[in-house]
């Protein structure tokens, strides 16, 4: 890990005005950072050390939930408010990384977790768009079976890492920025970008822009909520599949259906077509697994990740099963 | 004053301007520290107090150490094992202000005021830790390397309350890799410490 320097940020306008520097980061959790930084993808020549901040708070509500950007993933998971009011949130983030991680991580860093794509984190021989902008793309023709079959570019088809970003995603959650010209809300699902042919770009932060909180809308009448994350081992793993579902039901007839997919897709992927065909249906198995099916669509596989297209309809539709039962 | 740098002084003095003798002097200095033994303090270097096991050790680092590092090379408690270094398989595992966290992903500096426990810290007057004692006597190690961090992460297991079916604790404790495969013995020994409402 090369050097830096490490400045802690008093106030928010402090953590803003030393960001405009050039070089510089911002460091919350570190859980990603640091790695990035021990394997010089990441080279900051300063940091802005976030964690005096007055960011750390939540609140859960019958308006809504307000979390701090710098609330602890740890910390979120075990409020007894959240998991009654937002299943898929709480399902999300326990299915994440380690506990250690998730006593060390924040909820805003969370969502700017870069890529685990092994390309993408190798310095070496590899070559990436995303780390060096116009190298090409290694994982294309390489070893891709953990990588996008959604949302994919000839640039980059690396796909986003964070589970709670899905379910976010489900939710029509907003994420609050505060920049150099005030605050602004980004809807999560214009917060994300896909690569197209600049895979460098991964949401619509400006640099020295900062996540102040996460906005999340109450749930509808009746509404349920649920994560489903499949992966190669049972724990401590990242996503090969994941669905994220919130569903209200009225008579046994889906009123709303908003399905979110990971691991699948440069960006938490909604699933607009599987909504459709959800919306006001009769909740049968044929009618799931009939609306899971067009998840596929506009799907491309690469060599090695085929098996997500099948993988994820399966989640799709034992999800949307587990919530409605 | 030795005899030696009187003779150097001499020597700058009487080769040097008045205007100079200053700057010549500091650099003198300088050379010397140079030669010593005290480590050469960089402009990025920052003092940070960091408190272990219950004493305080004041420290100069460099902002890129990580609490790991400050640990095993700065204070020499080497219990805390480095594995992959990436936060991926909790052998650097510590308590900071109580919770589980990897020291390999914490930064040294950003740990002023905070209460770091360590292996080193759980044996209470010579006496092992019930979950120490507990490894022990169900063999919940093979090389040992991963141990510490799995006992660290197995008490904070246990306090946090998550100590509720085997499949629970094997879920806690997904964060502490062990490439020999002990997890039956570990799991057996955590269930005994949990089953016994003794401190922990």
Known sequence: ?325 | MNEFEVSRRRFIGASAAAGGLAAATAKTAHAAAQTSAAPVRTPEMVDVTLEVNGRRHPLSIEPRTTLLDALREELRLSGTKKGCDRGSCGACTVHVDGARVLSCLTLAARCEGKAVTTIEGLAAEGELHPMQAAFLARDGLQCGYCTPGQIMSAIALVEEGRAVSDDAIREWMSGNICRCGAYPHILAAIKDVAGSGSRS
């Open chain 1, 1 to 325: 890990m090369e050097n830096f320097t490490l400045a802690n940020a008093a106030t928010l306008d402090a953590a803003l005005a030393a960001a405009q520097q050039p070089d510089a980061k911002f460091i919350a959790g570190g859980t990603d950072l640091l790695q990035l930084m021990k394997d010089e993808v990441e080279r900051p020549q300063r940091l802005v050390d976030l964690h005096g901040l007055p960011l750390d708070q939540f609140s859960i509500g019958d308006d809504g939930a307000r979390i701090g950007a710098l609330v602890k993933m740890s910390d979120l998971a075990d409020n007894p408010d959240l998991r009654r009011r937002y299943p898929v949130i709480a399902e999300a983030l326990l299915a994440s990384a380690s506990p250690q991680v998730r006593n060390m991580a924040t909820i805003g860093g969370n969502l700017l977790q870069r890529t685990r794509c092994g390309y993408f984190r190798d310095t070496g021989v590899a070559a990436c768009n995303k780390r060096r902008p116009g190298s090409g793309c290694s994982a294309i023709l390489g070893f891709n079976r953990l990588h996008a079959v959604l949302g994919g570019s000839d640039y980059c088809i690396a796909t986003h890492p964070s589970d709670l970003a899905v379910a976010l995603a489900a939710l029509d959650a907003a994420v609050e920025v505060q920049g150099s010209d005030g605050v602004r809300t980004v809807p999560i699902n214009e917060f994300y970008l896909v690569p197209g042919g600049t895979p460098e770009r991964e949401t619509v932060l400006r640099p020295g822009d900062l996540i102040t909180a996460i906005l999340v809308p109450p749930p509808g009448m009746g509404e349920r909520s649920h994560y489903l994350k499949l992966r190669d081992r049972a724990s401590f793993e990242f996503a090969l599949v994941s669905a994220a579902v919130a569903i209200a039901l009225d008579d046994g007839r889906i009123r709303v259906a908003r399905i979110a997919v990971g691991g699948v897709g440069t960006k938490p992927w909604r699933l607009p077509n599987v909504e459709a065909a959800l919306a006001g249906a009769a909740v049968t198995p044929t009618v799931l697994t009939e609306a899971a099916a067009h998840a596929a669509e506009g799907a491309r596989p690469f060599r090695d990740n085929a098996f997500k297209i099948a993988l994820m309809q399966r989640a799709v539709a034992r999800a949307l099963a587990t919530v409605t039962a």
